[in-house]
Structure formats: structure tokens, C-alpha cells
């Protein structure tokens, strides 16, 4: 049979999964997790990642978008989907076919859900977003009463969830979230007399650090993945984290070029020695920032090897010089991940770009096949 399978891969460790989900789980205590698996599953495969929470026993999984609630109807993922972000009424019905729980901050958004339920015969479960201190999306606490009392009035919707989002929860000085937890209590008093069914405001970071916000549910999403949410994290435990994702390709050529060569576009890097090249199949194309071209380390044969030249779309050069007798053509190459002894981290790539874990994993292209292994336990 013919293989076109790309050489460059992302490997999705379904074992590291179920071990985040548990350790998450085991610090939430019986309260419900609700895994956060927006962004393609921040970039680890959304329905590969939703079919094995579901099968590990998650009920509820929250998206950005209702185009991403509709890729796992089609996929076959039977859980309730809470889509996170705010959106226009003209998504309305497609949320009601869907069996969709949206974030609703403005009457409009609720009255159109309304109007379409009632004409497909349907009831849409909502959940009203509060703005404690996020700066965002969601009304403000002390509106929260009226809000509902006008939802009330809505034949076709009812309010399922109160929910608000920590902006610093992964900070150290932990007192913004700590007046947003006061605040969202104050406001959950104020709608007691709604028949709401769960108040949720819990991310990753709160899960580990901040116990007076687990409320009914919990959102977790990079923890999930086995990324901490920041250095700053207090409690140890997260430490104990596995990272899910590792992302490799394999040399695809090898060429040997004198001293003063000049490599890739622009000759950014000139070799100071005869040297040997590889070639990778992977570039900004696939999700790596052409900003790490000459700031990147690759491991090949289990050892750190300088990334040279511009990255381009699509292919990316190594100096591999130091494993002369040792290289070959279709040799393992790793980007994130570990190789024998050594390891290359999400955030040692973020670092060098100045920005967070989120971003590397979630910036790995759609090309990329994700491949799922390790799924027991």
C-alpha cells in the first residue's frame, strides 16, 4: 500500500490524558469537570481528545465556537458542549439544532435562542456569563437578577449555568481573583431564588491554587494537557503533570557544505566550518514560528542540535555536524518532546518567542496528523 502519511507528526499520549483528568479530578474533588477543549483541543486533535474524555466518563465539554460544537456532532462525540465565547444572533439556530449550551451576556443573543427553539420545538439550555473582573465578555454582577428575571420571561431558553473567568488566577499575588471569588458569591446569593443548576468559574490555575472557586463545576484546559498555566503556580502538585503532545519529524536530507556557506533565505547563517545539514520537513507552515529561525534547538539522536537559516514554509535546517558517524537519512527528530536523556519543552520554545505554552500547541497546523497512542488507563 502506498504511504503518503506526512513525516512530520504530532503523538497524543492518551495515557498522559487520563492522568491529568485524574489528578484534576482527584484536587476538584466530586465535583464535575467540564475539560476545555477549544482551539483544536489546543492544538492536540479535538475529536480524538473529546472521544477519550468521554470515554474516561466527561459529560460536558466546552468550545469557543459553535463551528467547533458542530465538527464534534458530526464526529460523533456525545457530550453537552458550553461554547465559551460571545456571539451574534445570526448563530442562533444552528446553537438550538446543535443542542448547543451557550455563554449568553445580551438579551438579543437570548431573545433570538428563544424565537428559535420555540419554532424548531426545542428548550436551550444557557449559561449567563458575569464579568467579575475579566475585562470581557459577560454583564456586570450586580445586573445578574434583572438579567434573569427577564430570561424568565423567555419561553424556549432557561438558565442552566452562572459562570465568570479568572484573568490572574495563574499569578502568584492571588489578590484580583481572590476579590472576583467575593464577588461572584455576592452575585450567586443575589440569584438564589433562580432555579440555576451550576455556578462554575474554576480554570486550570484555580483548580490548582484558588479551592474557594470550585463552586459546582470546573473548566480546566492547559492543565489538561499536561502544560502548567505559569511558572508561578504555588501548589506543588503541579508538578505532577504529564505533557500530552510531543511533535516529531525525520531528517529528509543530508548534504555536506563547506565553511562560509550561506543557508536558506536571506543566508541569515553562514556555517563557520564544513559541515553537515539536515533537512526537516517541517516549518512555519506546520506551526513553527519562522521568529525561532537561528533560536532553536532540535534533538536528533538524543542530542540538542542548533536549528540554521531562515525557517521556511515548509522545510527547516539542522546542523548536525557533532553526529557525523552517527546521522542518517530518516532519523527521528524532535521538536517538543524527549529523546533518551534529553527534552525539549512547549515552554522552552515559548521563552524563546516571548509568549505562553497556549500559543506553541495551538499554533501547530492542521497538516500536522495527530496521532493517538498510549490510550489505556
Request: net charge negative.
Given at each position: 500500500?502506498?504511504d503518503a502519511?506526512?513525516l512530520?507528526?504530532?503523538y497524543?499520549?492518551?495515557?498522559?490524558?487520563t492522568?491529568?483528568l485524574?489528578?484534576?479530578q482527584?484536587l476538584?474533588?466530586?465535583?464535575?469537570l467540564?475539560?476545555?477543549?477549544?482551539a483544536?483541543?489546543y492544538?492536540?486533535?479535538?475529536?480524538?481528545?473529546a472521544?477519550h474524555?468521554?470515554?474516561?466518563g466527561?459529560?460536558?465539554?466546552?468550545?469557543?465556537?459553535?463551528?467547533e460544537a458542530e465538527v464534534l456532532v458530526?464526529g460523533g462525540v456525545?457530550a453537552?458542549l458550553?461554547?465559551?465565547s460571545a456571539?451574534?444572533p445570526?448563530?442562533?439556530?444552528?446553537?438550538?439544532?446543535?443542542g448547543?449550551e451557550?455563554?449568553v451576556c445580551?438579551?438579543?443573543?437570548a431573545?433570538?435562542?428563544a424565537?428559535?427553539?420555540?419554532?424548531l420545538?426545542?428548550m436551550?439550555?444557557v449559561?449567563l456569563?458575569?464579568?467579575?473582573g475579566?475585562?470581557?465578555i459577560?454583564i456586570?454582577?450586580e445586573d445578574?437578577?434583572?438579567?434573569?428575571?427577564?430570561?424568565?420571561?423567555?419561553?424556549?431558553?432557561?438558565?442552566r449555568?452562572?459562570?465568570t473567568?479568572?484573568p490572574?488566577?495563574?499569578?502568584?499575588d492571588k489578590t484580583?481573583?481572590?476579590?472576583?471569588i467575593?464577588?461572584?458569591?455576592r452575585?450567586i446569593?443575589?440569584t438564589?431564588r433562580?432555579?440555576i443548576?451550576?455556578?462554575?468559574?474554576a480554570n486550570?490555575?484555580a483548580?490548582?491554587?484558588l479551592?474557594?472557586s470550585?463552586?459546582d463545576?470546573?473548566?480546566p484546559?492547559?492543565a489538561l494537557y499536561?502544560?502548567?498555566?505559569?511558572?508561578?503556580i504555588?501548589?506543588?502538585?503541579?508538578?505532577?503533570l504529564k505533557p500530552v503532545?510531543?511533535?516529531?519529524?525525520?531528517i529528509s536530507?543530508?548534504k555536506?557544505v563547506p565553511?562560509?556557506?550561506?543557508?536558506?533565505?536571506?543566508h541569515?547563517?553562514?556555517?563557520?566550518?564544513p559541515?553537515?545539514?539536515?533537512?526537516v520537513?517541517?516549518?512555519?507552515g506546520?506551526?513553527?514560528?519562522?521568529?525561532?529561525?537561528?533560536?532553536?534547538?532540535?534533538?536528533?539522536?538524543?542530542?540538542r542540535c542548533?536549528?540554521?537559516?531562515?525557517?521556511t514554509?515548509d522545510q527547516?535546517?539542522?546542523?548536525?555536524?557533532a553526529?557525523?558517524?552517527?546521522?542518517?537519512?530518516?532519523?527521528?527528530?524532535?521538536?517538543?518532546g524527549r529523546q533518551f536523556?534529553?527534552e525539549i519543552?512547549a515552554?522552552e520554545?515559548?521563552?524563546k518567542l516571548?509568549?505562553?505554552s497556549?500559543?506553541?500547541?495551538?499554533?501547530?497546523?492542521?497538516?500536522?496528523?495527530?496521532v493517538?497512542?498510549?490510550?489505556?488507563?
Amino acid at each position: 500500500m502506498m504511504d503518503a502519511a506526512p513525516l512530520t507528526r504530532a503523538y497524543i499520549h492518551l495515557d498522559r490524558l487520563t492522568h491529568n483528568l485524574r489528578l484534576l479530578q482527584e484536587l476538584a474533588g466530586e465535583r464535575p469537570l467540564w475539560p476545555a477543549i477549544k482551539a483544536n483541543a489546543y492544538g492536540h486533535g479535538m475529536v480524538l481528545v473529546a472521544r477519550h474524555l468521554v470515554a474516561l466518563g466527561c459529560d460536558t465539554l466546552c468550545v469557543a465556537h459553535v463551528s467547533e460544537a458542530e465538527v464534534l456532532v458530526e464526529g460523533g462525540v456525545d457530550a453537552r458542549l458550553l461554547l465559551f465565547s460571545a456571539t451574534l444572533p445570526d448563530h442562533s439556530e444552528a446553537i438550538v439544532r446543535l443542542g448547543c449550551e451557550p455563554a449568553v451576556c445580551t438579551l438579543e443573543f437570548a431573545e433570538a435562542l428563544a424565537r428559535d427553539a420555540q419554532r424548531l420545538g426545542r428548550m436551550v439550555a444557557v449559561h449567563l456569563m458575569v464579568d467579575t473582573g475579566m475585562g470581557r465578555i459577560g454583564i456586570r454582577p450586580e445586573d445578574a437578577p434583572e438579567f434573569l428575571e427577564r430570561c424568565a420571561a423567555l419561553t424556549g431558553i432557561r438558565v442552566r449555568g452562572l459562570m465568570t473567568h479568572f484573568p490572574r488566577a495563574d499569578e502568584a499575588d492571588k489578590t484580583i481573583s481572590v476579590q472576583q471569588i467575593d464577588r461572584f458569591r455576592r452575585c450567586i446569593e443575589a440569584t438564589r431564588r433562580f432555579a440555576i443548576e451550576f455556578r462554575h468559574m474554576a480554570n486550570s490555575a484555580a483548580i490548582f491554587d484558588l479551592p474557594d472557586s470550585y463552586c459546582d463545576a470546573v473548566r480546566p484546559g492547559i492543565a489538561l494537557y499536561g502544560l502548567r498555566p505559569s511558572p508561578e503556580i504555588i501548589n506543588p502538585r503541579v508538578r505532577e503533570l504529564k505533557p500530552v503532545l510531543e511533535w516529531k519529524t525525520r531528517i529528509s536530507f543530508l548534504k555536506e557544505v563547506p565553511a562560509r556557506t550561506g543557508l536558506s533565505y536571506g543566508h541569515t547563517f553562514h556555517t563557520a566550518r564544513p559541515s553537515l545539514i539536515a533537512t526537516v520537513p517541517v516549518g512555519y507552515g506546520d506551526g513553527l514560528s519562522r521568529r525561532l529561525s537561528n533560536n532553536l534547538e532540535l534533538l536528533v539522536c538524543g542530542v540538542r542540535c542548533p536549528q540554521v537559516g531562515r525557517i521556511t514554509m515548509d522545510q527547516s535546517l539542522v546542523d548536525v555536524t557533532a553526529l557525523r558517524s552517527r546521522v542518517d537519512l530518516g532519523d527521528e527528530v524532535v521538536i517538543i518532546g524527549r529523546q533518551f536523556d534529553e527534552e525539549i519543552t512547549a515552554d522552552e520554545l515559548a521563552e524563546k518567542l516571548g509568549t505562553i505554552s497556549y500559543e506553541i500547541v495551538t499554533a501547530i497546523a492542521e497538516r500536522v496528523p495527530r496521532v493517538a497512542i498510549g490510550g489505556e488507563g
